[in-house]
């Protein structure tokens, strides 16, 4: 069974940054893509990023470009979101998914329990 456990959210001031944490368990970790995906308040969940088995490729919506890096550290089975300059905007409950591919990420059946992140103005 196909575990993700996130972690690293938090509250912080605008312009600043954090990073969140992924830690898989369940399935063979570096043979498959791993994405972030968040939740805002009264909204859709939108794509953040996702990455490949490898981290050869990465993918980025185009509000986090230059701020957001998605890497991935097969040894210990976890995927990173390092978030920089913060904006009230990136204020979500954030999930991370595992899937075949950067294509098929956007229809995981495997989703974490997600992790706070608070902005504040």
């Known amino acids: 069974q196909v575990q993700l456990v996130e972690s690293g959210g938090g509250l912080v001031q605008a312009g600043g940054s954090l990073r969140l944490s992924c830690e898989a368990s369940g399935r063979t970790f570096n043979s498959y893509a791993m994405g972030w995906f968040r939740r805002a308040p009264g909204k859709e969940r939108e794509f953040v990023a996702a990455?490949?088995?490898?981290?050869?490729?990465?993918n980025y919506a185009d509000s986090v470009k230059g701020r957001f890096t998605i890497s991935r550290d097969n040894a210990k089975n976890t995927v990173y979101l390092q978030m920089n300059s913060l904006k009230p905007e990136d204020t979500a409950v954030y999930y991370c998914?595992?899937?075949?591919?950067?294509?098929?990420?956007?229809?995981?059946?495997?989703w974490g329990q997600g992790t706070q992140v608070a902005v504040s103005s």
């Open positions: 998914a595992t899937d075949t591919s950067l294509t098929t990420i956007y229809h995981s059946r495997y």
């Open positions: 990455i490949s088995w490898n981290g050869g490729s990465t």
